[in-house]
């Protein structure tokens, strides 16, 4: 997964607000990062969607149920809190980690074109989905949508500055 998806160009989601926690301005937030070091106390992110995002720093943070309970200098209360419902926790884009050889930022990814190991076109990427298997890239194009499991197998090649994507198609997947 590595850092999660542009929200735009110059800001990476690390997570996304998905509600208040308690009275004291906690928010719940979804982690969409492969760096759980990204929410620590003293942390400075961005908050928001591109493009209105406000710089804001974590005051206090804890594990809890698969997310994360963080405390933003920016929220006082649970009424500060509830305003940032759907919003999301980004860093910028210079703060990226590096990637190793076969992983991709999923900002990257979104919107480029799909292609057989036989030339035939396939579509573009709209989403990435995240199971516990492996990540499943949602290609749509004029025959559907068509969901290619991201494994070595599968792709063959990404070429970024291309916005292509290279794949040996499985049996049956069709």
Do not use: C
């Not at 719940?28 to 928001?48: L, N, S, W």
């Not at 999923?106 to 995240?130: C, K, P, W, Y």
């Amino acid at each position: 997964m590595s850092d999660g998806e542009g929200a735009g160009r110059g800001y990476l989601a690390i997570g996304r607000i998905v509600g208040p926690h308690g009275i004291r301005g906690e928010v719940k937030v979804m982690p969409m990062t492969d760096f759980p070091e990204r929410f620590q106390v003293g942390a400075h992110v961005y908050v928001g969607k591109e493009p209105n995002v406000s710089a804001a720093e974590i005051i206090a943070v804890r594990s809890h149920k698969g997310m994360w309970l963080v405390k933003l200098d920016t929220t006082p209360d649970r009424n500060a809190a509830e305003l940032l419902r759907d919003q999301f926790l980004l860093i910028s884009e210079t703060e990226a980690m590096a990637l190793s050889e076969h992983e991709n930022y999923v900002h990257d990814l979104i919107g480029m074109s799909v292609m057989t190991t036989e030339n035939e076109a396939l579509g573009r990427i709209t989403e990435v989905l995240f199971t516990a298997a492996n990540d499943v890239y949602v290609v749509r194009g004029d025959d559907g949508e068509l969901l290619l499991p991201a494994l070595r197998s599968v792709v063959v090649s990404v070429d970024v500055p291309a916005r292509l994507m290279i794949v040996a198609m499985p049996e049956g997947l069709r």
